[in-house]
């Protein structure tokens, strides 16, 4: 049961796994940031959690930029209070082979999952520190194991487990957690867009996944959404450092 308000940053929020986690969130109790890189996307997804009650603002910025990651946390702080939990969802794919890749295909995913995930994550964690409570969440994927054709998503995935394992060994004096959520195949725009990439049908395209996963379904956001919301919450302050991995059967 929630006994304290906090104020949540979920990145990468204006649509799919993000959009999901971040209406949780404010369902829970919490005031919620919604942040992505277009500030007029979010609106939709802030006034869906105002018209159920809840507060929420929306925030644009590249979570690339270090400075524009500084400012987006102090509008934070300052509209709806101290950041204590932190939602790292923000990526972007550019799949190809790895003799096709090229090196802005590789620095632009590097760049937005894990530069993106260190900057928000120091910026924040100043907070959760001060408050002596914190929850950190980090979107990795069952892609951290390997993925034909995105050479430069998996090492950014893979490297947000190690990122997380360390913050969990860093931040736990302080009273902070930090946990990373492997998703499986979520139907998203983003596994949409792989469908076309590769002239499938999204329906083919989720049927085919189904097949191979043993409770014989594909997810959804809000499979995601549930599983953030156990991490974020108050009752699972002995769990940090770990990588769950939602998707429908046994990885990792």
Not at 138 to 163: D, I, V
């Amino acid at each position: 049961m929630l006994t304290t308000t906090r104020t949540a940053i979920v990145t990468g929020a204006a649509r799919g796994i993000g959009a999901a986690v971040a209406v949780r969130l404010a369902g829970d109790g919490h005031a919620v940031a919604i942040v992505d890189l277009d500030e007029a996307a979010c609106k939709p997804i802030v006034e869906t959690i105002e018209r159920a009650g809840g507060t929420a603002i929306a925030v644009g910025v590249d979570v690339s930029d270090e400075a524009g990651v500084q400012s987006a946390v102090e509008k934070v702080a300052g509209e709806l209070g101290q950041p204590t939990i932190l939602v790292n969802n923000a990526g972007v794919l550019r799949d190809n082979l790895l003799y096709k890749m090229t090196t802005d295909d590789w620095d632009v995913v590097l760049s937005v999952h894990l530069r993106g995930s260190f900057l928000m994550t120091r910026a924040v964690q100043a907070h959760m520190t001060t408050a002596r409570w914190g929850r950190i969440v980090n979107l990795s994927s069952t892609s951290a194991l390997g993925n034909r054709g995105q050479a430069n998503y998996s090492a950014a995935k893979a490297g947000l487990q190690g990122f997380t394992k360390t913050l969990a060994l860093e931040l736990g004096k302080f009273g902070v957690t930090a946990n990373a959520i492997a998703p499986g195949f979520i139907e998203t725009e983003m596994t949409a867009a792989t469908a076309a990439r590769i002239g499938m049908s999204f329906d083919e395209f989720k049927s085919a996944a189904a097949a191979e996963i043993p409770v014989g379904r594909t997810g959804t956001p809000d499979d995601i959404a549930h599983a953030v919301s156990f991490l974020a919450s108050e009752g699972a302050g002995f769990v940090s450092g770990q990588v769950l991995y939602v998707a429908g059967g046994p990885r990792g």
